[in-house]
C-alpha cells in the first residue's frame, strides 16, 4: 500500500437522485463500519478484495452516488467483500482524525472510493512482519458496470497454475493443506468464480488451475468438458479424485467445498533463506508475480480543463498522445515495450479548446505528437520532451532514457562496505543493482527518485562485478538486484557488524509495478489507517470559482500564498518553482489545511484585498471565507517563519482583519499580464499605466477599492479568530 496515496474527487454522474442513504440500510450487500478498530482488522486480515465508500449525508455527490453503489453491492457481494463509511455516524461514535477521509477538510474528496487487495504471502519474506494490503484509488466511470469491472481486476489470485507433470507433482506435494482443488479450463484468465471461492477457503484447501492447452493432464484426467472442477481429497499416501457434477453457482459450490476444507487456516511454513538462495516463500511470491494478469494499458482522457490537475496525480513520467485525425506512428510500439513505465494520457485535439491548449501551453504546433512530462509531483511543462510525428522509437527510447537521468549512487569493491554500512546505521535498507550492460535500467533509475523513498531507502549500483563477486552473492544472472538488511529491529542498537547483516536476492521482474510493490515492502511501518491520508498539494487558483472549490465558503482556515507566478524566464521560473516547495513543505507539516497560492502580480486585486504591497510578494495569508477575515504573515517568506505564523493562527494568537465582500479573483491571461507589464517597463514589471487595457482594469482595482474604502479606513486589529476556528 502505498503510504499516502495521490487522492481524487469520486464523482460519480448518475440520473438517480436519493435524499437517503439505502446503502446503509441493507446489511445484506454492505458493511457498515464506525470503528478504527474495525477497518484495520478488515483490511489486514481479509483475504477477500475489501472495497470501501467514504461517505457523508452532507455531501449532494454520496446521495447520488447511492443507488450506483447498491447496485454494484448487489451484483458482486459473492465475490468480494463491500463496506461503507457514513462520515457522520464516525463523527458521533469516534474520533474523526481516526478516519482522516472524513475530516471536515476532505469532504470536497468525497464520495472516495478504495479497495484493498490483500497480500500474496502473508509474511514478508524480507522484514518477516506483516505484508501490507495493495491499495487501489477509484477512478473510473460513475455505472455499476465500470465498478464491477473495478473490482474484478483487483480480486486476490489465490490459486497455482499447473502447466505440467512436474508442476502437478510439486503441488501435491504440499503436505500443509491436505486436500487439493484443480479446476481445468479453457479460458484465458481466473475466473471471478474461482478467484472467490480461493480466497474463502485460503489455507483450508489449495487450489489449482490447469488449462486446455496442457494436453497431457488433460489426457490423465480424463477431462472431456470445460469447465471441470475436482477435489483431490488425501487419503494417507495417496490422493482420492472427487469431480464436481453439479450446476456452478457459488452457493453450491461453497457447500461443496466446504466438506473437504480444514476447519482452521493452516500454518505454512515460512522458510525464509537469505544469501544462500530462494527459499519455497521467496519462490512463492515469484510465482504469484508472474501469473498475474497479462500487463494492461491504462490511458486517461486529458483536457485543457483537467490537464494540470490530471498530470500532477503522478510522480512518474507522464505520457501524452496528441492526436486529431491522426495518431502518433509510434505509439503502438512504445506500449509495447514501456507497457508499464509510464502514465499513459490522451488528448483529443479535434476541439478547438484543446487545440488552442495544446499551441499556447505545450508549445506544440504539428500533430500527431507524444510529449513526455518529467519525474516529479510538479509537472514543470518548461522541461517536456515534444516527439513529433517523424520520430522513431529508436530516438524516442534515447531521448527518454536521457531524460529519465541517472541519481542512483555508484559504488566500488572499496566504497561498498562504507556505504552499505552508512546507510544501515541510519535504519535504511540498501540495495545494490550488480549489472553489465552500459547502464542500469530507467525503471530503476527512475523509482530512485520517487519522494517517497527518499531518505528511507538506499539505492546503489554495481558495474561489472567479478569472480569473487559473483561467488559472493551467488550470482547466476546479470541484472540482479540485491538488498542489504539489517536485523533486528532495535534503533538503540547502533552496533554494526557482518553477523546482522542480511542478503535478500530480488527473485521477480524488473518492470516498474513489480519493483514498486518490492520496495514498498521495505518502508518504514506506519497505522494502516495513517496510510490512507489524502496526498494533498498546493493549487493555483485564478478565478472566484476555483477559490470557492478549495476553500470553500464554509471554511475557516485557508491558507493563501501570494507569490509572482512569471514563468517567462528560467530565473522567474526557477524563483517561483522554489516559493510552491516553500509551500508544499507548509503543506505537509499541516495536511489538514488547505493550501492554495494566487499569481498576486497578474491578479493584484488580491494585493489590494489583502492591503498587500507588491514589494512584498511572495508571502502568505491565512484566509477565513466563513468568518470573512484575514491574517497576514509578517516576517520572511520562508518555512520558519510560516510555521511559527501558522501555529499562531491556529492558537489565535494574531490579529484578524475584515474582508466584508470575499476574495475578488477575475479571470484573465496572467501570461499576457507578465508581457505587457514588461513591455511597459523595459522588463522590469513596473505598472502599464500607458496601455488602454491595463488602465481600464487599474480604475475598475480602483473603484472597487475606493465603494470599500470607509471599512478600510476603519480598519481595526480585532477580536482574534473565534474559538471554533
Known sequence: MSKVRAATTFLLLTLFFSHAFAIFENPESVIMI???????????????????????EKVENCRLVEPVYKKFADNMKDFVRIYAVNCDQVAQNSAPSHFPLCLAENEQYLPYLVAYEPPAIKINPYTHQPSKPIEHSYQGNGDPQSLAAFARQHMPVFREIVKSKSDLETFLAD???????????????TSPLYKSLASEYRDRLSFAEINESSQDLIQEFQITKYPTLIVMKKEGDSYEKETYDYELTIDRLRRFLKSYALTEKADRPDNLKTSQGDSQEQQQQQNYQERQREPEIKVARLSAQNFEEEVNKHERIVLIHLFNEETSPILTNVQEKFTRFFEYFDLDCTTEENQHFVREKLNVKSLPALVALPIGKEKKLSTRIVFPKTATLQEFTQEISDFVGDKVLPISSMEMQGVITNSLARRRPAFIMLYDTNDVSMTYRMLS?????????TFTKFKNPGPEMVKHFQLDKLPTLMAVLLAGDN??????DASKIQLAKYSGRYNYEDLTKYFNMFLPEEEILQEMSINKKVHQVQTRQELNQHCPPESRVCVIGLLNGDTSTPESS???EDNLAILNLALKKHPHLSFVWIDAICHSEALLAFNVQDEYVPTVVVYSPALKE????VGTFDNPSIAVFLEKVLKKRVSAYPLHDGLPLEERNCSEVHEKLKQDDGGSGASADDDDIMKELMEEIKRKEAENAPEKKKKKKKKRFDDDL
Open 175 to 189: 503436505e500443509s493443506v491436505p486436500n487439493k482443488v484443480i479446476l481445468f479450463t479453457n479460458k484465458p484468465q
Open 491 to 496: 534503533p538503540d542498537d547502533v552496533d554494526i
Open 574 to 576: 526557477k524563483k517561483l
Open 449 to 457: 527518485q520517487l519522494s517517497k523513498y527518499e531518505d528511507k531507502l
Open 630 to 633: 484575514y491574517s497576514q504573515l
Open 34 to 56: 464506525d470503528k478504527p478498530e474495525v477497518l484495520q482488522e478488515v483490511i489486514l486480515q481479509s483475504d477477500f478484495l475489501n472495497v470501501f465508500i467514504f461517505c457523508s
